[in-house]
């Protein structure tokens, strides 16, 4: 089935490219770069490439990285210390512990030891409420790329069904809360629901953050949908969203393409939050 010929594929890294040459002339306002730290605890490949991904585009606009390799069998008492050290650093305006942690550490509890005023990817208790009450002006990396794209290809949303599948704190929740504050009518689905294809089929926004390689097939959505595929999947060295995107695309209004999707905004919208952090700091 083809919904219409217009149909539009993200171009996630021209949008990302965009958003980081605008970091790049903000900057220059500053007297020293700003610096964002991210720590790691070592143990996870895919985590490596995203940390290199993260310094790399912290290069290319001009900010500082400072990258804090933890070794796998930190205590949590001494990745919390790690943590209070960047807290207390003048010199550090965004903090990121790169998730996910090795299993004998308690990842929720660390987050929470990052200070709100550092916490880039708003991940904290105090910040994670501040966004579901509307009252943050800053959200997570991913959850805020999703919206750029929605807002650069002129996607109304105001009174639109959108259906999130997925309900993690770095993107399911959070663009449940960002869909629902800009007026759609919002449903977050999960592993428990049920019917989950009567409402997926419904949405004309449909955000997919689950994890499993092309779960969403043409059937599971609505003709002239906006589908947006937050999944990284990796298999056998090549990366797979949660959409059967070539089955799909052909049913959208718009759709986001796994690699060069939502991916690149993530990572572009960490640069645009370490800058607003380090403007507030600055206050
Ligand atoms: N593109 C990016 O920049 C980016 C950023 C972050 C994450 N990701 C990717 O996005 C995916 C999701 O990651 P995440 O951290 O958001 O989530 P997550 O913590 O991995 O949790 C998965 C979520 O999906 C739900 N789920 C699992 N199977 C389901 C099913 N069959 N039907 C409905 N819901 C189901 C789970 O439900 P329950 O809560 O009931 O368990 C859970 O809420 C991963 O592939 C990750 O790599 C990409």
Request: with cysteine; proline share 5%.
């Amino acid at each position: 089935m083809c919904y219409n010929k217009s149909m539009i594929i993200v171009d996630g890294k021209n949008l990302a490219q965009q958003i980081k040459n605008e970091v790049k002339e903000k900057v220059k306002n500053f007297a020293t770069p700003p610096v964002l730290s991210c720590l790691m605890v070592e143990g996870d490949s895919a985590s490596e490439i995203y940390v290199r991904n993260k310094e790399r585009a912290c290069n290319e606009c001009g900010l500082i990285s400072r990258m804090i390799k933890l070794p796998h069998e930190i205590s949590q008492t001494d990745l919390e210390a790690a943590i209070e050290k960047q807290n207390n650093d003048s010199a550090v305006s965004a903090i990121l512990l790169q998730s996910p942690l090795p299993k004998h550490l308690n990842e929720r509890q660390a987050i929470n030891k990052i200070s709100p005023a550092k916490d880039v990817d708003c991940l904290t208790y105090e910040n994670i409420g501040k966004l579901a009450a509307g009252n943050c002006g800053f959200a997570p990396c991913t959850p805020t790329g999703i919206m750029r794209i929605l807002d650069s290809y002129n996607i109304p949303v105001a009174g639109k069904l959108a259906v999130v599948v997925g309900r993690s704190d770095l993107v399911g929740r959070p663009i449940a809360h960002m869909l629902e504050q800009r007026n759609a009518t919002v449903v977050l689905c999960h592993s428990k629901t049920q019917n989950l294809l009567e409402l997926t089929k419904q949405a004309d926004i449909l955000v997919v953050a689950i994890g499993k390689t092309k779960f969403i097939t043409a059937e599971y959505v609505k003709d002239g949908a906006v589908v947006i595929d937050v999944g990284i999947n990796r298999e056998n060295g090549k990366l797979y969203g949660d959409v059967d995107f070539e089955n799909v695309k052909n049913k959208c209004l718009l759709i986001t393409p796994v690699p060069g999707g939502v991916g690149p905004l993530t990572v572009a919208c960490l640069m645009e939050n370490t800058i607003k952090l380090a403007q507030n700091n600055q206050i």
